[in-house]
């Protein structure tokens, strides 16, 4: 019966092939500890003469001897001729990552914007400041039209800008106009229906 690739088990390392790694789990299965540690060396040899680039500048073969153990899953018990790599090592548990307890009332815009609204709190009075303001708040504006067509209104743009710098920024609503925006939703529900 021909044996197929695909019903054969996982190798660990395709770069060496299938006859390293069956070489590898036949000197795991050698009861003998002296007779496995001879095996072992003799494999050794041949996979650093299949890839010479893997001896460092001292011309050890540590990389290979790693490479070993991880063909074994870590199974092989021999005395290796110098530290090498172990499963804890290969397989570390990630850290936790320290995510935000906070609720941020602003995310829908980002926190680029965010900073944005703050920088441009800062400038000077001017032409370049007014329209930075108003690029911004039409961004804003397309943010919440992406979360809520309904409640995206100049309005609550210019609020949210208030509050965001600290009442540095004050725009009237009154005497400004964004920029009408389709809402994405119902762009998408018009999609739908023309199918």
Known sequence: ???????????????????IQKLINHCVAIEDREERTRCAFSIAEVMAQLFPELRDEEGNNRQVWDHI?????????????????????????PGKIPYSKKTDKFRVYGQNLVRMIKEISRMEGGLDKDRLIFLVA???????????????????????????SGGGIDIDPDNYK???????????NKKKKKK
């Not at 019966?1 to 006859?19: D, F, I, Q, S």
């Not at 964004?178 to 998408?188: D, F, P, V």
């Open 178 to 188: 964004l920029n009408e925006y389709i809402g994405i939703t119902s762009q998408e």
């Open 1 to 19: 019966m021909v044996e197929y690739n695909t019903a054969l088990p996982k190798l660990e390392m395709r770069e060496y092939g299938r006859h």
């Open 69 to 93: 153990n991880i063909i074994s899953n870590f199974k092989l018990d021999i005395d290796f001729p110098c530290d090498v790599i172990r499963e804890n090592e290969m397989r570390p548990t």
């Open 138 to 164: 039409n961004q804003m504006k397309k943010q919440l039209i992406t979360v809520n067509v309904d409640s995206a209104t100049d309005r609550r743009v210019f609020n949210d800008i208030r509050e965001i």
